[in-house]
């Protein structure tokens, strides 16, 4: 990892969610820093390796990500690729200000219940990358993200999308770990089981992505999806799975790589 910009925004849920409270200890924030960053490495060389396995253009890729946050994996795409195009979505105000301020990318608003971003150019990107945002959402939103997200990446491209998928699936049947009402934990695995895609919203009080629940509602909340519902929408989109990597990202969620043919 060389020429990071290292700077962490006081609002970034990624890594102020995970705080608790301000008795812990100066050795475990240094450790919840490490992780912040290591998560964001892990994506971003994701990225970089698809980029190196399929796209001509190696040096220059034209990157959208959607969402961005407040630039976690975002550092380190900058770094990988300093003289790239990168385009970033987020709804967070602060974040797009921070993102563009921080590290030179074309940072954009979009509204709460946009699911078209039609401000983004059509079949444009070498390479998207979706980290977490079906996740939160329920199966109509999830698909209109997909089909949206999917339309924006030029033809050969490739398209990255992370999930609650497998890996999720086998960590909640043990234990009930994303702050979820046990009632809609269960309801959401018996629609995973069923239909491939379940929806739970966060119990109240849950620390997990409070800010972002206040902006966007109780829309924004843990949902669970197989790879088959995922192959489902992106069939009809051209996109091509190349590979599904299982509790690829943050020891949790599956990564999918599609090529658009
Ligand atoms: C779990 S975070 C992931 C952020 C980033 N990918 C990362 O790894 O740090 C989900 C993000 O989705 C954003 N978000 C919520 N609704 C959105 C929407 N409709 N379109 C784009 N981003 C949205 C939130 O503001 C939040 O930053």
Redesign the pocket.
């Known amino acids: 990892m060389k020429n990071i910009n290292l700077a962490i925004h006081s609002s970034?849920?990624?890594y102020t969610a995970f705080h608790g409270e301000d008795s812990v200890s100066t050795d475990f924030r240094d450790f919840l820093l490490c992780e912040y960053y290591r998560?964001?490495y892990e994506?971003a060389l994701i990225v970089k390796k698809s980029i190196e396995q399929w796209i001509p253009n190696k040096e220059t890729p034209k990157i959208l990500?959607?969402?961005?946050?407040?630039?976690?994996?975002?550092r380190h795409l900058r770094a990988m690729y300093p003289k790239s195009l990168i385009d970033c979505?987020?709804?967070?105000p602060e974040?797009v200000s921070f993102l563009t301020t921080q590290f030179g990318v074309n940072a954009t608003r979009?509204?709460?219940?946009?699911?078209k971003?039609e401000f983004l150019n059509s079949s444009f990107y070498d390479l998207g990358?979706?980290?977490?945002?079906i996740?939160?959402?329920n199966e109509q939103?999830s698909k209109s993200?997909l089909l949206s997200f999917f339309s924006k990446i030029a033809p050969g491209g490739v398209a990255i999308v992370?999930f609650h998928g497998e890996r999720s699936y086998e960590l909640m049947k043990q234990k009930n770990i994303y702050q979820v009402q046990p009632e809609d934990a269960s309801n959401m695995l018996r629609g995973y089981e069923t239909v491939g895609f379940g929806f739970a919203k966060y119990k109240s009080g849950h620390s997990m992505?409070s800010?972002?629940t206040e902006?966007?509602g109780h829309e924004?909340g843990f949902s669970m999806n197989s790879l088959d519902w995922l192959l489902a929408q992106s069939k009809d989109c051209r996109m091509e799975l190349v590979e599904c990597r299982f509790g690829a990202w943050?020891d949790h969620q599956d990564v999918a790589i599609f090529r658009k043919v």
């Not at 979505?89 to 967070?92: A, G, I, S």
């Not at 979009?110 to 699911?115: A, F, I, K, L, S």
């Open positions: 970034d849920q990624m998560k964001g994506l990500e959607l969402p961005s946050g407040f630039g976690r994996v975002t979505v987020d709804v967070e974040a979009c509204e709460v219940d946009d699911w971003y990358v979706m980290g977490s945002l996740t939160h959402f939103k993200i992370t992505e800010g972002t902006l966007v924004y943050d």
